[in-house]
């Protein structure tokens, strides 16, 4: 039993498609949003959900509208798997406010909202 050659070793690992032209068309067709149709699929991405929608529509030479797939959400502040707050400030109108890199701030909450205090 010899070592492994290197290129065996280096072989990147396929990851197989989760692509179900049946199962997304009927998670379509029952009203499901993008969000709750990428649970149905197990989809980890909206990219991956729009690129087995494009396939779908090229397959079937139909359209399909699927709410909350060409959202652009990104105007919007998220929490993320890790628990943090996702915020693109280039995509906010902030008047003459200026943001560097390393600004720090301190945080306040109350009446469903966070604020921001820049020191």
């Known amino acids: 039993m010899g070592e492994p050659k290197a290129e065996e070793t280096t072989k990147k690992k396929r990851i197989e498609s989760k692509y179900n032209a049946a199962k997304l068309r009927e998670a379509i067709k029952g009203g499901n949003n993008a969000v709750q149709i990428m649970k149905i699929l197990d989809i980890k991405h909206k990219q991956t959900l729009k690129q087995y929608v494009l396939k779908l529509i090229s397959s079937d030479k139909q359209f399909y509208e699927i709410p909350g797939l060409y959202m ?24 003459d406010f200026e943001f560097k890199e390393d600004d720090e701030f301190s945080v306040y909450s109350g009446e469903n909202r966070i604020i921001l205090e820049k020191l």
């Open 72 to 95: 652009n959400s990104s105007s919007k502040a998220k929490v993320t798997k890790y628990g943090t707050i996702k915020l693109i400030l280039k995509n906010y109108d902030l008047g």
